[in-house]
T-cell receptor, first 113, second 111 residues
Framework: DAGITQSPRHKVTETGTPVTLRCHQT?????MYWYRQDPGHGLRLIHY???????DKGEVSDGYSVSRSKTEDFLLTLESATSSQTSVYFC????????????FGSGTRLTVV | GENVEQHPSTLSVQEGDSAVIKCTYS??????FPWYKQELGKRPQLIID?????GEKKDQRIAVTLNKTAKHFSLHITETQPEDSAVYFC??????????FGAGTQVVVTP
């Protein structure tokens, strides 16, 4: 879909290293979200942002931090990667919060070895 | 916080039959309920949604119903086709536009 891209698409990293995933949007949407997807758990919210420099924690935020210095970019950082953070990470954007659904990015498959 | 339960976890149907997926939610303040379809290796995509002031919504072969009193909502797919095979997620809204997702239903349509 146009308007939201994630990078990288795939990454393999070693335990203990920091990792940053990037979400970039061209829709000028206010709301951005990071989810992780694991079998049997669906999509779980890690962190979200409701504006530049306005971020908050989701249900599985331990070991993750985020930053949003510009409307278009939302960065997710794994401060010290662990094997339990091996997952598929999806970024999502929304223009109006709870009045419309998300548009998801293509996802980042992260493997921590 | 909101909790969303989704059933069944897997659903096998013959082509042409109907499929029904059910979700329950816990927070009576939730007012927006979207459904997403995710094909293998792809991103989730919105297929239909419903708001709390509406009881039913249809879009061609798919429909969603909402029972606010019982706090449950369902996805109905009629005349299933092989391209309906995917994982389907329900979700319920929380504050700041956050969505709480169900665990997903793997739908397999056999010809």
């Amino acid at each position: 879909d146009a308007g939201i891209t994630q990078s990288p698409r795939h990454k393999v990293t070693e335990t203990g290293t920091p990792v940053t995933l990037r979400c970039h949007q061209t829709e000028n949407h206010r709301y951005m979200y990071w989810y992780r997807q694991d079998p049997g758990h669906g999509l779980r919210l890690i962190h979200y942002s409701y504006g530049v420099k306005d971020t908050d924690k989701g249900e599985v935020s331990d070991g993750y931090s985020v930053s949003r210095s510009k409307t278009e970019d939302f960065l997710l950082t794994l401060e010290s990667a662990t094997s339990s953070q091996t997952s598929v990470y999806f970024c999502a954007i929304s223009g109006t919060g709870d009045r419309e659904g998300y548009t998801f990015g293509s996802g980042t498959r992260l493997t921590v070895v | 916080g909101e909790n969303v339960e989704q059933h069944p976890s897997t659903l096998s149907v013959q082509e042409g039959d109907s499929a029904v997926i059910k979700c329950t939610y816990s927070d009576s303040a939730s007012n927006y309920f979207p459904w997403y379809k995710q094909e293998l290796g792809k991103r989730p995509q919105l297929i239909i949604d419903i708001r709390s002031n509406v009881g039913e919504k249809k879009d061609q072969r798919i429909a969603v119903t909402l029972n606010k009193t019982a706090k449950h909502f369902s996805l109905h797919i009629t005349e299933t086709q092989p391209e309906d095979s995917a994982v389907y997620f329900c979700a319920a809204s929380m504050s700041w536009g956050k969505l709480q997702f169900g665990a997903g239903t793997q739908v397999v349509v056999t010809p």
